[in-house]
């Protein structure tokens, strides 16, 4: 990896940071607004066990993003922090993606559409930071998606396994988009870089520029003088 390279991908971990908390914070929303829709048509003790699951996987990211946030650049430049985000993305994914098989048959048809829908949101907005950093979006989607989109597949009803078919192409879908925002993500903050790096050599000249004048200068002045 040469050292434009590398300074893409800090870039892109320092922006994916920067929307953590709100990210994190919408995810933890969603799944405060699903428990209290589905308080009385679930067993409650087991809602709330998934509920207190994203909140300590939402305790734990906030904990990882406010330690990055708060760090100097040398601590911010280790390779640990690109991991330790989509590690926190995969756990909160896997924890929803857990739902189909804690209550899926607890649900009518017209719940399970309208989680479907749901989830299928949450897969567009992290499409979007998968823009930013593309293993974010799948290490949070694909366990999201594919969990529920099987079992309507198995379920046997037209309505829901035509509902898991979508899912899983919407996801493919999506994921087409972020990998190509992925890319052109990454041009322009190579161009940025590189027009940086650009000015800068064009400052440091431009000061070797004058100072030679100067010295020009009063070399023919002490001439002149002598």
Known sequence: MTDLDRNVYHEQIRLIYNQGPVLVAGATLCAVIITVFLWRH???STLLIWLA?????TLLRIWVITVYLNADTNVRERPLWGPFFWLGTLTAGMIWGAWPLMFYQLYSTEYLLLISTIFAGMVAVSAASGSVYLPSFLSFSIPLILPLS????MSGSESLVLTGWLLIMFLAVNFFLAARGHRHYRELIRSQLVNVELMERL???KQIAERAVIAKSRFLAAASHD
């Open 203 to 205: 400052a440091e000249e």
């Open 42 to 44: 679930v067993p409650q």
């Open 53 to 57: 699951a994203v909140g300590v996987s």
């Open 150 to 153: 099987f079992a309507h597949i």
